[in-house]
């Protein structure tokens, strides 16, 4: 009997060993890339550390300069907000245009690529091309305004304090319709149709159908969507470095570009981890208030 | 009451379609149209048609700048991540299948892994990838793509929608672990497979920000921050600049074409998760 | 592997795609290899047709935003002239006659460097007489 219990033990044991083996390797980049950096973020937030001399205890000195002492940070995040605060806009035009896909349209897969084939480009691509579209002398927008008469002379999109960050704004909204668009027809194909046919009978008006079906059972895509919107202001670091580098004077600083300028040009990298450590709480913040105006647990919703 | 799919009622509808897709084009069109004219692209008013149209742009691109390199980097850079990323997510997927103490833990671990955003962690990865000695080099470049969590969990959905019964019966037959993998599992899960290549290929082929960090070197810059980098170094008043764009933006549309089904749907899975 | 699995296998989008490809690059290098010993050859006429002999025919390579002169050859007794080895892609011609008379300034773009071409004919004025 003893023999039968340790050939049974070495095959746990080897399983086990098989299931170490088979994971190590993503773990390993997981925590390299992922979960250390996390923590050495917030150590390095906390210390003055440059790459020549020895780290320092200094405690919240660099989230005091950051909170009081620089413009540059308040400018960088109320611009972050901004750009968040436009994503509802595109994630309702998405919708429109996803309600409009879904029916059973004649050609809606070729409508359905040519939204989304601007989502998998190169976004540095993408910032030139729409650089060039707000260009004062070939670009598209001018050309339009001046043609019709709405303007005289040629307006400088990308140089205006006023205009510039609605302009890159714009430009990631064409970049990420597509997304939203791809994200929202899912959530609605997966809308039991016996809904609307039972709805249909009762005789419920087409805008009730819409506000009381469909928009509940939509709640898990459109909170992924505010999730992605939420990182896409990190992710648009591309669009502002092509399009403005955050100018004109800091008018289009998102707080990644602050990042990178603080920690790669300045070469503060304990300044710029306090910043990240910053933005990274800001992400959970907006995430958590996201989940409770969607009703909690992710959006998903109890079985009625 | 199903309405037929070419009746008059549609009308209105692909009428707004018919104006998105035209304003959603129009971007691609006016780049197209400034890389193929042969005038001043910046003289006033600017046509709608290319002016001269001729392909020489795209020549002088080619000999201008050092595409082939460019286009080198770029590729070997993605091509690693895609075969990291295959042998890496395969085997964590395998993994996730099993039944071991602690496997609730690392799945809660992976999940969570999934919320930090890459632009989170930039300061430390930089300093991570210095400290391994991979800065400026093709691998250190590739390094964050070698695994990534969606593709993780795809394989494991796919391993675990293969019927028991095979995988049993390959065991009696007394084949070794890595051998049931690529000889059963993954032959059943080739949608799996292209939905991870073509990610980690959009994910690898576009990155610009890692590369930026990472790249120290004139010879070993990507794709995109040629692309950066001729924007800064040229001003020119021929359309050399957006053909560059254009010659950048083929292989990644042509990729996509091909291979869209299983894009849409890596990128969904997350979204039907949870 | 039997004939329909292998015609199956090349049909499929993954394959044929990357294959078409490749077959489009390999067919157009072995072009440029055959056709890239840097021959820039045509000749030189005046307006009513005849040719121009003797005239020198001076070759301009570009130098970042402007030109500068980099070959000349000369026109043989049939108005041909011929230029050898050359190894760039842009450039411009000029026709000179020793009396005086020169045709316009000629774009020449080629689609690879050292392209063999044959340029359409310089036109120079016709000669009083």
């Not at chain 1, 746990?12 to 925590?31: D, G």
């Not at chain 2, 692309?227 to 359309?239: I, K």
């Amino acid at each position: 009997m003893t023999s039968k219990t340790t050939w049974f033990q070495r095959k746990r044991t080897r399983e086990l060993a098989l299931v170490v083996c088979f994971l190590l390797p993503s773990l390993a980049i997981f925590f390299l890339y992922r979960i250390l950096p996390l923590g050495w973020n917030a150590w390095l937030s906390v210390h003055a550390w440059s790459p020549l001399k020895a780290a320092q205890f200094i405690g919240l000195e660099h989230y005091e300069e950051m909170l009081l002492d620089d413009d540059v940070f308040w400018q960088a995040l109320a611009n972050t907000l901004i750009f968040i605060a436009c994503s509802p806009l595109a994630i309702a035009a998405a919708l429109g245009i996803a309600l409009l896909v879904n029916s059973d349209l004649r050609g809606a897969a070729v409508y359905r690529t040519i939204v989304f084939l601007s989502y998998p480009l190169m976004t540095v691509a993408v910032g030139i091309i729409w650089r060039w579209l707000y260009d004062e002398r070939g670009g598209f927008f001018n050309y339009v305004l001046r043609s019709t008469g709405v303007i005289d002379q040629p307006m400088k999109f990308l140089q205006s304090f006023d205009w510039a960050l609605p302009c890159v704004i714009l430009a990631d909204f064409w970049q990420v319709l597509g997304f939203y668009m791809i994200i929202l027809l899912t959530g609605l194909q997966s809308i039991p149709q016996h809904l609307y046919e039972a709805a249909r009978v009762d005789g419920v008006p087409a805008r009730a159908r819409f506000f009381r079906i469909t928009l509940p059972l939509l709640k898990p895509s459109i909170f992924l969507c505010i999730v992605v919107g939420i990182l896409n202001s990190f992710t648009s670091f591309d669009l502002v470095y092509v399009m403005t580098n955050g100018g004109p004077g800091h008018a289009t600083e998102l707080l990644i570009t602050y990042i990178y300028k603080a920690g790669f040009g300045q070469t503060r990298f304990d300044y710029a981890a306090a910043l990240t450590v910053v933005q990274f709480l800001l992400l959970v913040v907006l995430t958590v208030i996201a989940n409770k105006l969607s009703g909690g647990n992710a959006g998903s919703l109890e079985r009625q | 009451m199903r309405r037929a799919p070419g009746s008059p009622r549609h009308w209105p509808r692909h009428a707004i379609m018919i104006a998105v897709s035209f304003l959603m084009l129009i971007p691609f069109y006016w780049v197209i149209k400034t890389s193929l004219t042969g005038e001043n692209i910046y003289a006033w008013p600017p046509r709608i048609l290319p002016v001269d149209p001729h392909l020489f742009n795209y020549v002088d691109v080619w000999y201008l700048i050092p595409f082939g390199r460019y286009l080198l980097n770029s590729t070997i850079v993605t091509a690693m991540a895609i075969a990291g990323s295959l042998l890496f997510n395969v085997a964590a997927g395998y993994a996730l299948t099993k039944h071991f103490p602690g496997r609730r833990w690392i799945v809660v671990l992976l999940l969570s892994c999934m919320l930090i955003p890459f632009q989170a962690t930039i300061i430390p990865a930089y300093l991570i990838t210095s400290w391994l000695g991979v800065l400026d080099t093709w691998l250190g470049v590739a390094l964050p793509l070698l695994s990534t969590i969606i593709c993780i969990f795809i394989f494991k959905a796919s391993f675990e929608a293969v019927p028991p019964s095979l995988i049993d019966a390959a065991r009696v037959d007394g084949l070794s672990e890595w051998r049931i993998v690529t000889r059963i599992l993954l032959p059943l899960s080739k949608s799996a497979i292209a939905t991870n290549v073509i990610l980690t290929f959009i994910w690898s082929w576009n990155s610009f920000l890692w590369p930026l960090i990472t790249i120290r070197s004139p010879e070993m810059q990507t794709l995109p921050l040629g692309l950066a980098r001729f924007l800064s170094v040229m001003e020119d008043t021929t359309g050399a600049l957006f053909a560059f764009v254009v010659l950048v933006l083929i292989p990644g549309l042509a990729i996509f074409l091909m291979a869209q089904k299983e894009f849409i749907r890596g990128l969904t899975s997350g979204a039907t998760k949870g | 592997m039997s004939r329909a699995t292998i015609r199956r296998a090349l049909g499929h989008r993954f394959v044929a795609v990357p294959l078409a490809l490749i077959v489009v690059v390999v067919a157009w290098n072995v072009y440029i290899a055959f056709n890239d010993h840097g021959i820039i050859e045509g000749e030189v006429t005046d307006r009513t047709g005849a040719p121009v002999i003797g005239a020198t025919v001076v070759f301009f390579e570009r130098n970042f935003i402007y030109y500068e002169e980099k070959q000349r050859a000369v026109t043989d007794a049939k108005g041909h002239y011929r230029f050898s080895d050359m190894k760039t892609h842009i450039g411009q011609l000029e026709a000179r006659t020793d009396d005086g008379r020169k045709s316009a300034r000629r774009q020449l773009r080629l689609w690879f460097r050292s392209q063999d071409t044959e340029v359409a004919p310089l036109v120079v004025e016709t000669p009083r007489s």
